[in-house]
């Protein structure tokens, strides 16, 4: 009996120095085996807290390596290689694109980080014609796209309101703005793609080639591949935009006119909205690079309401169609219930509209403003449950804009492609709700996280369908019921283009197993 005992205890001795060594091994291992892969690039090891940061600044979990591709067989072979390691491998791989994510969504803790802004061999690419595109690296940041093509009278017809973010990254989320009532979400403009899939297959995918792994990519969290080169439907590009904000005081006339002006036949070229709540945010808003005079002229508009909503929007023009310009605005304006006097508007390049919130960024980061934490939370709401939401949130969870923008806008469900991975509500009509919060100051992080927690609280309890974008979740349940009825065919095509859950763990969706040795090489080690 006591021979059997002692025996158990150095079986369990051996299991215990057996793991740790193991995983000892396993790390060096896997760095030298690295090191002998042939690249264009290179591994660099000294940059790695560098890649465990991003715009959220809320969380941070260091990968052992960073990729600097330079080609995009360096993305194939690193992610072959690691997919050959197998099941029992924990390394994983993260494409980061500027790193703009809220909650470590492009980073890989204990994995490899790719550099994507590093791959400079896709050669950016216009070709002008009958249908114009452009072919982009997926590490392409946008305002470079815009730079290019704008070199040929050319632009992407649809955007994000900031545009120092990568090609692949909002097309691995959606991609949305004030054109996206009338063009799509970005990932509704693009035509072809080049894909390293999670086995480090090189795959070219459209509507017509290889379609389920083009939809499967867009809105993908970067779960199915590695976007290395997207084709872009490009559009001339106006030279001009008149840019347009009005106040209104009640909810009802603003959401009106907004879903009015989404559904002209003859509109504005960009729709968007926010909440100003207890006046802060005319003259604290980071995204009002508008026109000196306005803070004052805003704040001499007398109201007592708490809650004011704006109506911003543009229209395009070329300078020599400045009259026709001006007669489309007058009428579209003669149409809207805003609150007389609070007209502000301004004339700027295309460029100087689209790039706008750099602008306010430069201002931030003067005051030390822009690396701060970013608690944001956006959110996608049915049309027939907006007014639901928006009674119960603004003014009542929220007393204050709480030290950033919020965003709210409707966008028509006909522009989006439900066969993609992005989760939509099933109405005509849905808002996009952005609360995007700058934490600065004590418990202001958790201040705003409990208002965040409350909002989306009260969102689950009402049942009023509100999904999040760009969402953050964190168990199983939580993803499940994110994607609904769409879970089972989304789960598959995580089977079929990335089997062992190798990319993007960041997202949280889909957990590789732990490293651990096979239970048959224990058995062989005593
Ligand atoms: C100031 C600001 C304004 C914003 N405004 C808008 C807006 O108006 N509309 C909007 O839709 N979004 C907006 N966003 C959100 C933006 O779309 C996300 O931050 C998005 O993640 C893109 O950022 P990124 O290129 O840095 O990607 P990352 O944050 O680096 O990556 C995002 C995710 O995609 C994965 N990924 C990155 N590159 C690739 C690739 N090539 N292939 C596959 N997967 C990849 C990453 O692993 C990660 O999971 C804004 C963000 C900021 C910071
Ligand atoms: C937040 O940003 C600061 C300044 O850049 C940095 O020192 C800190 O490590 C960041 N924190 C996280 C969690 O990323
Ligand atoms: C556009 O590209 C040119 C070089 O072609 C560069 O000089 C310029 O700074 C770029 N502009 C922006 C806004 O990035
Ligand atoms: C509204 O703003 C004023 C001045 O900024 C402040 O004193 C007041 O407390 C705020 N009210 C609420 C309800 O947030
Ligand atoms: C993300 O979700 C987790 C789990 O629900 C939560 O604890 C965390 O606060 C969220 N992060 C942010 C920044 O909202
Ligand atoms: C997409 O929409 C079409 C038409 O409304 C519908 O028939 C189809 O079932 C939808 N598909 C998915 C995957 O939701």
Not at 21 to 50: I, Y
Not at 102 to 118: D, F
Not at 218 to 244: D, N, Y
Request: glycine share 8%.
């Amino acid at each position: 009996m006591r021979q059997l005992l002692l025996q158990y205890l150095k079986l369990f001795l051996l299991l215990g120095l057996g793991a740790v060594t193991a995983e000892h091994v396993l790390k060096h291992d896997v760095l030298a085996s690295l090191g002998t892969l042939p690249l264009d690039g290179h591994f660099s090891f000294h940059d790695l807290s560098a890649a465990a940061m991003d715009f959220g600044n809320l969380s941070s979990f260091p990968p052992v390596a960073v990729l600097h591709p330079g080609s995009v067989a360096d993305i194939a072979t690193t992610v072959r290689h690691v997919f050959l390691m197998g099941e029992h491998s924990a390394l994983t791989v993260a494409a980061r694109g500027h790193g703009h994510s809220l909650y470590g969504q492009s980073q890989a803790a204990g994995g490899i980080v790719i550099r994507m802004e590093s791959l400079r061999s896709v050669k950016m690419q216009v070709h002008p014609g009958a249908s114009p595109y452009v072919d982009a690296s997926g590490g392409e940041l946008w305002i470079n796209v815009l730079n290019k093509t704008l070199k040929y009278g050319l632009a992407p017809k649809s955007w994000t309101d900031y545009l120092h973010l990568t090609v692949g990254g909002t097309l691995s989320n959606a991609g949305v703005s004030g054109q996206t009532f009338r063009h799509g979400p970005q990932i509704s403009n693009v035509n072809e793609l080049e894909i390293v899939t999670g086995r480090g297959d090189i795959v070219t995918c459209s509507p017509e080639q290889n379609s389920d792994l083009f939809r499967a990519a867009l809105g993908g969290l970067g779960q199915f591949g590695i976007i290395t080169r997207a084709r872009i439907a490009l559009e001339p590009a106006p030279q001009m935009v008149r840019w347009i904000r009005v106040l209104y005081l009640d909810f009802m006339s603003f959401t009106e006119d907004q879903e009015m002006l989404i559904s002209a036949e003859k509109t504005f070229d960009y729709i968007e909205g926010f909440v100003i709540i207890n006046r802060t945010g005319i003259l604290n808003n980071w995204r009002s690079s508008f026109n000196p005079q306005d803070p004052e002229r805003a704040s001499r508009f007398e109201t007592d309401r708490k809650v004011l909503f704006c109506l911003e929007m543009t229209k395009n023009f070329n300078p020599e169609e400045a009259d026709i310009m001006e007669q489309e605005v007058h009428a579209l304006l003669s149409q809207l219930r805003y609150t007389p006097a609070s007209l502000f508007h301004t004339d700027v390049t295309y460029i100087e509209f689209l790039d706008r919130v750099h602008s306010s960024e430069m201002k931030l980061r003067a005051k030390g403003l822009w690396e701060v934490p970013h608690p944001w939370l956006n959110l996608i709401i049915p049309r027939s449950t907006i007014h639901t939401f928006a009674e119960q949130v603004f003014g009542k969870i929220l007393e204050d804009n709480n030290n950033g923008p919020i965003l709210l806008y409707p966008v028509k469900k006909s522009r989006w492609d439900n066969r993609t991975s992005v989760v939509i509500p099933d109405e005509e009509v849905f808002y996009l709700v952005g609360f995007l919060s700058s934490a600065i100051g004590p418990h202001s992080i958790e201040h705003t996280l409990n208002l965040n927690n409350q909002i989306i609280e009260f969102s689950n309890k009402a049942s009023i369908g509100v999904k999040q974008y760009l969402p953050n979740y964190t168990t199983e349940p939580e993803w499940k019921a994110h994607y609904g009825a769409r879970w089972d065919a989304f789960q598959q095509r995580k089977n079929t283009y990335d089997p062992l859950a190798i990319l993007a763990p960041g997202q949280k969706i889909f957990q590789k197993k732990p490293a651990s040795l096979p239970l048959s090489s224990l058995q062989y080690l005593l």
